[in-house]
Each structure stands twice: as structure tokens, then as C-alpha cells.
């Protein structure tokens, strides 16, 4: 093989790596936008369920209510028809208990829903956090291959020069 063609195949070996590394640096960028926008598609996600969580909470509360209602209106009728005076201390105190133990079931039902949608937002929050990570990993991924490529292109043209200059300077004889 001669001269020529080891200087063409180093020409050849240096391109083959410099394009290279731009096509791992674009591919690992993309791969990495494809992941920032999954993670924003979540927080979206994440963002649509909390608002349905608060929606659903305010629901089950209003229901409660409803069923609170109806249950108070139990025990007074059952009051009533026990014969005694509704004004009487020991059946108001047993309503008010009531009316209390109620009241904390709605709150309850309220809270839980709160905290369920404010999980979600979190989530959310997370999955924003993740997107903004992976977009910077993508533009540091298409940096990366550019200065892959570079390194590739110096190190391959130093190595080219270094041949050139075997191939067109004359060998020295040898002492004797």
C-alpha cells in the first residue's frame, strides 16, 4: 500500500470520525427533547388531575352534605316522636354532637380531596423540573458531539501532517 493511499485512508478515518461525533451529539439531543417533552406532557397530565381532584373533593363534600342534612333530619323527627321537648338539654347537646361529627366528615372529605390535588401538583411540579433537565442535557449533548467532532478533526489532521511530512522529506542515510 502505498504512500498516497494511507494519507487518503487517514483523510478518510478523520472525516468518518468527525461526522460521527456530530451524529451522536444530534442523536443523543433529540433523545433527550423526546424526554423533556414526555415530562412536560406529564406535568400537563399531573396539572388536568389535580384540578379533577379538587372538582371531585368539592363534589364528595356537597354530597356529604346532603346525606348530613338528611341525617339530622332523622334525628330530630326521631326526637320529636319520642315525646319529649326538643328544647330539652340532653337531645340538643345529642344534636349538636351530631351536627359536630358531621360537619368533620364533610371537612374531611374536603382535606383529603386538598391534598390529593396538591400531590398532583407537586407531580407536576416535578415533572416540569425533569423537562427543564432534559432539555439542558439536550443542548449539552449537541455541544458535546460538535467538540467530539473537533477533537476528532485536530487529532486526525496532526496525524495527517505527521505522515505528509514522513512521505515528502527525504530519508536521511544512516551513519556507518
Known amino acids: 500500500m502505498g504512500p498516497e493511499v494511507m494519507l487518503g485512508a487517514q483523510a478518510a478515518s ?7 461525533g ?18 412536560r406532557n ?59 361529627v358531621l360537619r368533620l366528615d364533610t371537612a374531611n372529605i374536603a382535606q383529603n380531596a386538598a391534598l390529593r390535588a396538591r400531590q398532583y401538583q407537586a407531580q407536576a411540579t416535578d415533572y416540569e423540573a425533569q ?12 455541544s458535546a458531539g460538535y467538540l467530539t467532532a473537533a477533537g476528532s478533526l485536530l487529532s486526525g489532521a496532526s496525524s495527517f501532517a505527521d505522515k505528509w511530512t514522513r512521505y515528502t522529506t527525504p530519508a536521511k542515510p544512516y551513519p556507518t
Open 14 to 20: 478523520t472525516l468518518v470520525s468527525t461526522i460521527g
Open 22 to 39: 456530530i451524529s451522536q451529539g444530534s442523536a443523543a439531543s433529540s433523545a433527550a427533547k423526546y424526554q423533556a417533552q414526555v415530562a
Open 42 to 100: 406529564n406535568a400537563i397530565s399531573a396539572m388536568q388531575n389535580a384540578e379533577y381532584a379538587s372538582q371531585a373533593g368539592e363534589t364528595a363534600a356537597q354530597s356529604q352534605g346532603f346525606k348530613n342534612r338528611a341525617t339530622m333530619g332523622q334525628i330530630r323527627a326521631a326526637q320529636s316522636a319520642s315525646g319529649l321537648s326538643l328544647d330539652s338539654p340532653s337531645l340538643v347537646d345529642v344534636r349538636e354532637g351530631a351536627e359536630n
Open 131 to 142: 423537562a427543564t433537565l432534559d432539555e439542558r442535557k439536550a443542548s449539552d449533548a449537541t
